[in-house]
């Protein structure tokens, strides 16, 4: 979910497993040549469902990697698929108050470019609830816990 941390805990697990991290939305916005926000606007977000899919696919051949995908990503039943078979996908789980406080003054979070944002995180949350749910771990997060998130993913993933 956008705001839980999936970058700044990427970032982490990547250097203590000496792996590569790529962002997705990073990516496509590299190859695109415009922020999510403008291609959202440009192309409508199932042209970017589409070119996110391609893109994860893409890294997830790469061999072993973090990827950090944007919040949506699970939303495509093909995408959940191509990453529940071959990843192990790790759900950042934050409650309403942190992801808002994390994100009610952003630009550039498209889906929340609405008349009542809160209202539309909200029911973000609770629809992409039972897609996240079917990742292979679930980690707590809350006030604190991206300092210490990285050492319980550790264990998690060697368990």
Not at 29 to 50: L, T, Y
Not at 67 to 92: C, D, R
Not at 96 to 124: A, G, M
Request: with cysteine.
């Amino acid at each position: 979910m956008m705001g839980a941390g999936k970058s700044h805990v990427g970032r982490e697990l990547a250097e203590i497993l000496g792996l590569k991290i790529y962002d997705s939305d990073k990516v496509i916005e590299d190859k695109a040549g415009q922020s999510v926000a403008d291609i959202f606007k440009n192309f409508g977000e199932k042209k970017f469902r589409g070119a996110e899919h391609n893109t994860i696919i893409e890294l997830l051949q790469r061999g072993p990697c973090i990827i950090a995908t944007g919040g949506g990503a699970l939303s495509n039943p093909e995408t959940l698929e191509v990453l529940k078979e071959g990843s192990i996908m790790i759900w950042l789980d934050a409650d309403f108050e942190t992801l808002w406080e994390r994100v009610q003054k952003s630009q550039t979070r498209p889906l929340l470019q609405t008349d009542n944002p809160e209202k539309k995180l909200k029911t973000l949350m609770q629809d992409r609830h039972p897609l996240y749910a079917q990742s292979h771990i679930h980690f707590k997060m809350n006030a604190g816990s991206q300092q210490r998130a990285h050492e319980a993913l550790i264990k998690a993933l060697y368990e």
